[in-house]
């Protein structure tokens, strides 16, 4: 309950440097004391909690809750809070409890703001066409439908409906900082909504944003960062001169080393360091740490960008209106270019520079190389690549979201419906090329790339390899204890639902049967989906889903690929397959063991021992880097292909006794 001040107060409060038009416009809650309040100015409507407790800051320094040298216009403070040093004023806001404000410029809200929700982010094409509204519940996937999707126009009006609405709910003449709340040291606050235990700390300006910090995982914004007409989610930092400009950071992501972006989306766990980026979609993982990278016009997710990358969506005469996909897992080696509008399949490698418009989203787990000019494409050979599988094995590790409430879902599996689904796809193209060129010829020409011959019949190994593997591993985890009998076994085998047939799709980080993606835009399109809240839910649920849809997309293809049906199948080929499994698997393995081997061969122990003989520099090496059986990813390398055998040898006892 808040009172008036009574006129002793008043005289306590004038005698200590404190001043008021009007008085009466001040109230207090019970409790409160006049002692810790110096050269205050107070104007318009204010309201004052209790100043009981200290904060104790670093160096063993501790400060008494208070209010001194500050001007507070249209004010509410909470209890326990020190306010001081306040160069012009604090206007029109709400401030939490234990909330710890020093050195600031001003802060104030000016008009009925938004806080940045409602802003149009000019992703993709910066000329305008594909506008995001960010807002507190943006996703990734409602992103990329958003952005994508504009050929389902009356879906595009009722999503920006739907933000439009939150966005209004949500506007207010008065913003609000919010409880354990530490801002030091500070320029400019304008219109911008702060959560519980943020902390901002020599930061130049903040303009029209919301920080979506919380007590499960606090927001940090630190020294000379510039931010306009943002919103940054939980858990993320944004530090050291990062500049954003119509930004959307996703929780838990790390922007700094002077970063610098302007209509960008940022979803979770992206990292940005030193470097640049306009216009671009940044699925959850997008990494990007050099100066000299520029990331433009591009949709990217789960992406390592190497020194020097950079892209081109300004060649002809209408500006920059083309844009690129590097579907997820990609990765840009130092100094590599390419040329938009382009897009690159799942978990590809980008070397060289590349001035020709490619489509190779059919064709994953690929190099693209730069010769003489042109572009080479190995289809596959990232399969055999010991960095493709420690990536899909770090991705997980490396999620830092603490917040219970998770904006984005992700799923890791580096073999899926998506991945290969294009695999077959892939596989039917090479052996197209094969047949109308003739399996002699040199090389073959695929979407403005050169593939070599050698480089096609290699790649129709490994994809052979990944999708015995990948449907293997379905059955097996199908039926997992349940191998009492074979009409147990049927039984187990039958789809939930035919819900995960046909097409599947990556909505920037979560995979989904094109069915279910269909069921949600044209729950949205109807009416039916409603609101922000109800499509996250949604799509949460379909992601909790996801083996059950990958179990229905997996039978049918075992179906075909192995000539077997649900009535007429037998132990027998339930042996085969697993047969056929088990030797893909440990074949991949040994693939990968002898890459991983590349790593501790003689060229790799150049530069070690650099003072001594041959013998220093084992020495050397295998004191930094270690010894190459007892390398931790080589050892569960080799307990992988054992755990599998056994695994497989197990299966096939099982049903040797059905």
Not at 137 to 143: D, M, P, R
Not at 508 to 535: C, Y
Not at 548 to 556: N, P, R, V
Not at 592 to 613: I, Q, V, W
Request: hydrophobic fraction near 35%; charge should be neutral.
């Amino acid at each position: 309950m808040y009172r008036k001040l009574t006129n002793e107060e008043i005289n306590a409060l004038q005698a200590q440097g404190c001043q008021s038009d009007k008085w009466a416009a001040v109230e207090v809650r019970d409790g409160f004391s006049t002692e810790h309040i110096r050269q205050v100015i107070f104007s318009g409507s204010v309201r004052l909690g209790r100043l009981n407790s200290f904060f104790d800051l670093p160096g063993g320094v501790r400060k008494h809750a208070g209010l001194r040298q500050v001007t507070l216009h249209n004010c509410e403070i909470g209890d326990d809070v020190l306010i001081e040093n306040i160069q012009n004023y604090i206007a029109n806001y709400q401030i939490g409890n234990h909330t710890f404000i020093q050195n600031v410029d001003r802060i104030l809200t000016d008009g009925k703001s938004s806080f940045g929700n409602g802003v149009e982010v000019a992703v993709l094409n910066e000329t305008g066409g594909r506008e995001v509204k960010i807002n507190d519940k943006l996703s990734a996937h409602v992103a990329y439908i958003l952005a994508l999707y504009r050929h389902r126009p009356e879906l595009i009006a009722k999503l920006n409906g739907m933000i439009d609405f939150y966005a209004q709910k949500h506007a207010s003449d008065t913003g609000t900082i919010g409880d354990n709340v530490f801002i030091c040291n500070v320029g400019l606050i304008r219109n911008v909504r702060m959560g519980n235990n943020t902390h901002i700390e020599g930061a130049s300006r903040l303009e029209n944003g919301s920080i979506n910090s919380n007590e499960h995982d606090p927001v940090h914004i630190g020294h000379s960062v510039i931010a306009d007409d943002f919103i940054i989610c939980s858990g993320s930092k944004v530090e050291d001169g990062t500049m954003l400009t119509r930004c959307f950071v996703g929780q838990a992501c790390q922007l700094g080393h002077s970063y610098s972006a302007s209509d960008s989306l940022f979803f979770s766990n992206c990292q940005g360091e030193n470097g640049e980026a306009c216009a671009i979609f940044a699925g959850p993982y997008t990494v990007t740490h050099h100066k000299s990278t520029l990331l433009i016009a591009g949709m990217f997710s789960f992406m390592n960008a190497g020194s020097g990358s950079n892209q081109s969506n300004h060649m002809y005469k209408l500006g920059p209106i083309h844009q690129g996909i590097i579907e997820r897992g990609g990765k840009t080696t130092s100094d590599s270019y390419i040329l938009w509008p382009a897009k690159i399949g799942a978990f590809s490698l980008i070397m060289g520079r590349h001035y020709r418009n490619s489509d190779t989203s059919d064709m994953p787990f690929s190099y693209l190389i730069e010769n003489e000019n042109e572009t080479y494409l190995v289809p596959g050979v990232n399969l055999k690549s010991v960095g493709t599988i420690r990536d899909a094995q770090k991705f997980p590790k490396r999620d830092k979201r603490k917040d219970p409430n998770k904006l984005d879902q992700i799923n890791f599996n580096l073999l899926s419906p998506y991945t290969v689904q294009k695999m077959f796809k892939g596989t039917e193209i090479l052996r197209s090329l094969q047949a109308h060129c003739g399996e002699t010829s040199e090389t073959y020409t695929y979407q403005s790339c050169i593939i070599k011959n050698s480089a096609l019949r290699k790649g129709l190994s490994l994809y052979n390899k990944a999708i015995r593997k990948f449907l293997g591993n379905s059955l097996i985890s199908r039926l997992e204890n349940h191998t009492a009998s074979m009409e147990t076994v049927r039984q187990r085998l039958r789809p939930d639902n035919d819900l995960g047939l046909g097409e599947w799709r990556d909505l920037g980080g979560v995979l989904m049967p094109k069915t279910v993606v269909n069921e949600l835009l044209d729950g949205i399109e109807t009416g039916k989906i409603a609101r922000l809240k109800e499509i996250n839910a949604f799509i949460e649920k379909a992601h909790q889903q996801y083996y059950s849809y990958e179990w229905t997309w997996a039978w049918e293809k075992i179906c075909a690929y192995y000539d077997v049906d649900l009535e007429t199948i037998t132990s027998a080929d339930i042996i085969a397959i697993v047969e056929d499994w088990r030797e893909a698997v440990v074949g991949l393995d040994k693939i990968l063991y002898e890459d991983a081997k590349k790593e501790f061969s003689l060229n790799a122990r150049t530069g070690f021992g650099a003072d001594g003989n041959s013998d220093d520099r084992l020495l050397d090496f295998e004191y930094v880097r270690g010894n190459f059986e007892k390398n931790p990813f080589v050892s569960s390398l080799l307990q992988h292909i054992e755990k599998k055998t056994a695994l497989g040898n197990r299966v096939i006892a099982e049903m040797k006794n059905l």
